[in-house]
């Protein structure tokens, strides 16, 4: 189970998928941390969660005030699970999942959002190609913000395409970066 650390719903838990290769769900510490560094910026957006797993960074952001987000998923057992949490947690109606890849899933979308995370298992390689992706003109609005939580030993590129990297902590093995969006 993990809970939810802020928010309306905070100390409530959602349900996780057994530990497995690739299952590496954000811890605590690190939730904590990456919701303080963007304190109310996730107050009335719109949020992607790519590589969702559990749904629990899309459904942590609206429990702090995000209005709605998209949930994108490879793994089918894993988006039932999304739908599982967002169901008792009483947000099917603001959250939608989809099941497919990441980077097809942005490459095909219209964007327009304010928010967007990427939490993939720590063996991605592609980085490169799906930031670009997400850092195309449009896909991200203007001064919003695109999260990247990633292994501690990968440094990302200071910009991609639109955003511009702002922030970046280590927390052991994880490392998390945060660009924001200078021009639409």
Known sequence: MIKISGGYLKGRSIGS?????????????????LFSMLRDTV????VLDLYSCTGALGIEAISRGALECDFVERIGRNCRLISDNLKIMGLDKV??????????????????????FLDPPFELDDWDTVM?????????????????????????????????????????????????????
Do not use: W
């Open 17 to 33: 998928p057994a530990r497995g290769k690739g299952v590496r769900p954000t811890t605590q510490k690190v939730k904590l941390a």
């Open 43 to 46: 107050v009335n957006s719109r």
């Open 95 to 116: 959250g939608e999942v989809h099941q497919g890849e990441s980077f097809r899933f942005v490459e095909q979308s219209e964007g327009g959002y304010d928010m967007v």
């Open 132 to 184: 670009c992706e997400v850092g195309k003109s449009g896909f991200v609005n203007k001064g919003g913000r695109v999260i990247a939580e990633h292994r501690s030993n990968l440094d990302l590129h200071s910009f991609y395409g639109n955003v511009n990297r702002i922030n970046n902590k280590t927390y052991g093995d994880s490392k998390v970066t945060i660009y924001e969006v200078v021009s639409g």
